[in-house]
Each structure stands twice: as structure tokens, then as C-alpha cells.
Nanobody, 114 residues
Framework: QVQLVESGGGLVQPGGSLRLSCAASGSIFSINAMGWYRQAPGKQRDMVAAITNRESTNYADSVKGRFTISRDYAKNTVSLQMNSLKPEDTAVYYC????????WGQGTQVTVSS
């Protein structure tokens, strides 16, 4: 079993920054990729950013140039630096780990509002 604990969400004004972190623990034998999805009220859960074991990254078009994903292999953590935040970035952000199956975190709320 794998446990994911997210941190770093909160309320920020438009144009501000937040950094999300996700720590994975438990029976982690092979991780192929880690990343983030988000879900706004009334909408589906969408991919935000992902990073593979080969350091290949992928971003949603809506966050390219503003968000940066990074990974600490020694600590089994993945972080998402979010800059130039917009109200439309408001959502619950979910961390995931892709191994033999997908594991999800509980989610952390990000609210961008003045």
C-alpha cells in the first residue's frame, strides 16, 4: 500500500505563487511517474503536470510557462511550483503516483481570489 500526503495549498491573490508538495510512503517498489491533477467544482479531473523516471515532463497547455514540476527521488516527493496564478487555477489539486497501479492523494485546495 502506498500513502500520499499533499501540502502547500491555500488562498492566494491573482498573480501570486504557491508550492505544492506530495510525499509518498509505504510499499513503493517501482514508480514510473508522479504528477498532479486538479478538479474544479462541477468539472472533471484534469491533468496538470507529470514527471517520469527519465525526467520527462508534461504540462497542460493552460499551465505551461507558469507551473514547474520537480521530483526528489531520495525522498519520494514531487512538487509543483505554481507562479502567476489565475482565478481559473482554483481547484482541488491531487497528487498521484503511477506504479503497478495508480495511487492518489487526498487532495489540497488551491483558491486564487482577490
Amino acid at each position: 500500500q502506498v500513502q500520499l500526503v499533499e501540502s502547500g495549498g491555500g488562498l492566494v491573490q491573482p498573480g501570486g505563487s504557491l508550492r505544492l508538495s506530495c510525499a509518498a510512503s509505504g510499499s513503493i517498489f517501482s514508480i514510473n511517474a508522479m504528477g498532479w491533477y486538479r478538479q474544479a467544482p462541477g468539472k472533471q479531473r484534469d491533468m496538470v503536470a507529470a514527471i517520469t523516471n527519465r525526467e520527462s515532463t508534461n504540462y497542460a497547455d493552460s499551465v505551461k510557462g507558469r507551473f514547474t514540476i520537480s521530483r526528489d527521488y531520495a525522498k519520494n516527493t514531487v512538487s509543483l511550483q505554481m507562479n502567476s496564478l489565475k482565478p481559473e487555477d482554483t481547484a482541488v489539486y491531487y497528487c498521484y503516483v503511477l506504479g503497478p497501479r495508480v495511487y492518489w492523494g487526498q487532495g489540497t485546495q488551491v483558491t486564487v481570489s482577490s
